[in-house]
């Protein structure tokens, strides 16, 4: 099917958006399109919601208007240092997520399910326990708090087993990152 530029999605995040593009390009050899439309991936390797938050700024309104739904999956990153707390963590992305709606007119923000690690190589003073509790505290708030515009996005089963992370005990593996994909199509597809 043919994707249109009117009323695209975008979703923006830190590495796990980075790869799923690239994954997309490899096997399909295509944009994402969902519900015939273009789904825009924009990911940073090491991205925090503070960064992304300045990414969506310079993207502007008028960029961002286009969008039907923005999906955002990050936030992983910000809990591996012990300065940020999952509260902190959580409140920037529904700030980030108001500004989106608000100011921006995006009519439908999804906050994805940060997804625990089984590696420390980029903790900055935590532990693996540590870091795991505060990823499901950070879900657990999101579950609560997010309302009418803003939806919380709870992956899949296949997403967060452990033996779909790729040996760096970070990222998915190829049946991991197939996993996401389904899952950023079926929470895109709720939009429509």
Known sequence: MMATEEGRYLVVGDS????????????YHRRLCVNGRRVDLEGYSGATVGEVDRI??????????????VVL???SNDLCDPRRTPESVVSDLLDLSQLL?????VP??????VIRRQSTSHFRGIGLDQYNAAVN?????L??????????WRH?????????????????????????????????????
């Not at 796990?16 to 096997?27: A, G, M, V």
């Not at 996401?180 to 709720?190: D, P």
């Open 16 to 27: 796990f958006i980075r790869r799923l593009d690239s994954y997309q390009w490899r096997l």
């Open 56 to 69: 969506v700024r310079r993207m502007g309104p008028l960029s961002l208007r286009r969008y039907s739904a």
């Open 73 to 75: 999956s990050v936030g």
């Open 101 to 105: 709606v608000s100011t921006f007119g």
């Open 108 to 113: 439908k923000v999804i906050i994805c399910q």
């Open 137 to 141: 505290r950070v879900n657990d708030l």
């Open 143 to 152: 579950k609560a708090r997010c309302t009418g515009e803003v939806a919380f």
């Open 156 to 192: 899949h089963h296949g997403v967060l087993a452990r033996y779909n992370l790729h040996q760096d005990g970070i990222h998915l593996n190829n049946s991991g990152q197939k996993a996401f994909r389904a899952n950023i199509i079926r929470a895109l597809s709720r939009c429509h």
